[in-house]
């Protein structure tokens, strides 16, 4: 940059209040550029910083996925192995329930055997009375 080594006595207000509006703006202008520097360089720490926080985020990902398929899993086995135990707990009471009526038709076979025994033997017992007679 150029810079005047020499100062002049400036006769015109005007150029002088321009020519430290200039050196005021040329300063903020510095500053500003030097505050940028410093965000890019504080962005490129957050993009850093970050890639390892990204590549720790994507393997929590991939865990989670794998829990999510391991509770899959578990909830698929436990509903074939209940539902497995409840078919053979249906299938006992059936048999159970199949016990109770064959309990009950035996029970009826053996009233009617008895009845049919109970009038043989009156039949029977009429027969021997009138054969007597």
Do not use: C, P
């Not at 100062?7 to 209040?17: H, L, N």
């Not at 989670?64 to 192995?81: C, G, N, P, R």
């Amino acid at each position: 940059m150029f810079q005047l080594t020499t100062k002049m006595s400036e006769s015109d207000q005007w150029f002088e209040e321009k020519q430290q509006q200039i050196e005021t703006l040329d300063l903020q202008l510095k500053k500003l550029h030097q505050s940028i520097e410093v965000l890019a360089l504080q962005r490129r720490g957050n993009a850093e910083e970050h890639a390892t926080l990204s590549r720790a985020l994507s393997q929590l990902a991939e865990v989670e996925e794998k829990i999510e398929q391991l509770h899959i899993q578990q909830a698929d086995s436990d509903f074939y192995v209940v539902a497995e135990l409840l078919k053979d707990y249906i299938g006992l009471i059936q048999s159970v329930k199949a016990s109770f009526q064959e309990r009950v038709r035996s029970y009826s076979n053996w009233q009617h055997a008895q009845q049919m025994l109970t009038k043989k033997r009156e039949a029977s017992g009429q027969v021997r009375t009138g054969l007597q007679k």
